[in-house]
Nanobody
């Protein structure tokens, strides 16, 4: 069945870095654009990065220049490299297909705090 499994979160100090991974299964990964999203406590889920099937990327202004999305089609995995992290980046991070989302995974928790 279709499954998305996020990993790589943790506790990091402001200014630090983390690399998140999202392993996909149950569909032909290379055929789908993929997004990363996040949901902070008490807030709605928001989009933070997109990657097309050919590798084009896009970001909201809030993370542009700090976050980098990439994909490895051989591993059915999408990554999110997060640098210069800020306390406001604290959230649960999720991935999903961009245009035809499937059941959400459990997400991975990122806490940015000193």
């Amino acid at each position: 069945q279709v499954q998305l499994v996020e990993s790589g979160g943790g506790l990091v100090q402001p200014g630090g870095s983390l690399r998140l991974s999202c392993a996909a299964s149950g569909f032909t990964f290379s055929n789908y654009a993929m997004n990363w999203y996040r949901q902070a406590p008490g807030k709605q889920r928001e989009w933070v990065a997109a990657i097309g099937t050919a590798g084009s990327t896009n970001y909201p202004d809030s993370v542009k220049g700090r976050f980098t999305i990439s994909r490895d089609n051989a591993k059915n995995t999408v990554y999110l490299q997060m640098n210069s992290l800020k306390p406001e980046d604290t959230a649960v991070y999720y991935c999903n297909r961009a245009n035809s989302p499937v059941t959400w995974g459990q997400g991975t928790h990122v806490t940015v705090s000193s």
